[in-house]
């Protein structure tokens, strides 16, 4: 791999990184607000996972979109890289 082709992979990765920072904060503020409301409001099993996919949902979107907005050029296929990213880190833990 040439010194150029390099620099551009690392500008690659360091948008995907940026996005991921955007996903754990989102994630991290999403989770805060539902264990808030959960604990005044009493609410069953149910809900509680659909809270967590939304949780999961609405971090990937807005991860997502700031990795490949700051792309621009490629910004689906960061987009896509990101969401597989997400999805095995997920998975993983």
């Known amino acids: 791999m040439n010194d150029s082709s390099l620099n551009v992979f690392k ?3 360091k948008k995907i990184l940026l996005g991921l920072i955007g996903f754990v904060v989102t994630f991290f503020l999403i989770t805060s607000i539902f264990a808030a409301v959960l604990t005044y409001v009493d609410l069953p ?25 700051l792309n621009g ?15 095995f880190i997920i998975t993983a833990i």
């Open 11 to 13: 500008g690659y990765f």
């Open 73 to 87: 050029k490629f910004g689906a296929i960061i987009g896509a890289i990101f969401g597989l990213l997400t999805f």
């Open 45 to 69: 099993d149910s809900a509680v996972t659909v809270m967590s996919m939304a949780t999961i949902a609405i971090s990937n979107i807005v991860g997502a979109f700031i990795a490949s907005k």
